[in-house]
């Protein structure tokens, strides 16, 4: 259930910062990259956090924690940059 939940707060983030990047757009033409680096890198350090909190605090190993944080890291990043290169 957690996993749904990361997984479903990560695209909703994503989708948010391209909607107000698509906003800025027309006044600033660099705002879909600057909110997708932004993005991308704000959610590789909530994944990283998770996974950090999963191996010291909840007893799993790192390579029991790794496929949880690319699962929750490449699958929004992956729509938000198709979503990047196809609409915006």
Not at 60 to 71: K, Q
Not at 72 to 86: I, K, S
């Amino acid at each position: 259930m957690r996993t749904i939940l990361f997984l479903t707060s990560g695209l909703l983030l994503m989708a948010s910062l391209l909607i107000v990047a698509k906003l800025f757009s027309e006044h600033f033409p660099a705002a879909p990259n600057w909110a997708l680096a932004l993005g991308l890198s704000f959610w590789l350090a909530v994944t990283g956090a998770n996974m950090w909190i999963g191996v010291s605090k909840a007893g799993y190993s790192v390579t029991e924690e790794m496929p949880i944080l690319l699962l929750l890291f490449v699958v929004p990043a992956a729509v938000a940059v198709l979503l990047r290169w196809r609409f915006l």
